[in-house]
């Protein structure tokens, strides 16, 4: 049982990066003027970046592919996210956004903190170290 639950928590906790890595492509322009406005310098140079490692550290945790990596990367990625996009703490949505962050930041390091299970391509490769 502990191998599907290990899988199905991948599926949810790789969910929410994946769709707003996608979400960022199909929106790009929005997305660009979006952290403009927050004040970030070099949005057009940050934008690719972040969608390179949503996607990228979304796939590595769904497909249990040195999901370790692909969890501290986006764990370390989130800290200044959620600072700059997720801290006017007058905003109810906002207060949300933040301790949403903090919950998938946890979910993140219990994963880096763990192997992503016998259901992964970690498994399948024998690059997982019982």
């Excluded at 927050?38 to 945790?61: M, R, V, Y």
């Excluded at 986006?74 to 962050?101: C, E, W």
Aim: aromatic share 10%; no cysteine; glycine share 10%.
């Amino acid at each position: 049982m502990q191998k599907w639950i290990l899988l199905l928590a991948r599926i949810l906790l790789s969910a929410i990066f994946l769709k707003s890595g996608f979400d960022k492509i199909t929106g790009y322009a929005a997305t660009q003027q979006f952290m403009a406005a927050a004040g970030l310098p070099f949005a057009a140079l940050l934008l690719p970046l972040t969608i390179l490692i949503e996607l990228l550290g979304g796939l590595s945790i769904l497909l249990g592919y040195k999901a370790r990596w692909g969890a501290l990367v986006l764990f370390l990625f989130l800290i200044p996210t959620t600072l700059v996009f997720h801290t006017d703490f007058s905003q109810r949505i906002q207060v949300i956004q933040f301790m949403k962050n903090l919950a998938i930041m946890g979910g993140l390091l219990m994963l880096y903190g763990t192997e992503p299970g016998t259901v992964s391509l970690d498994e399948k490769l024998g690059s997982v170290k019982h």
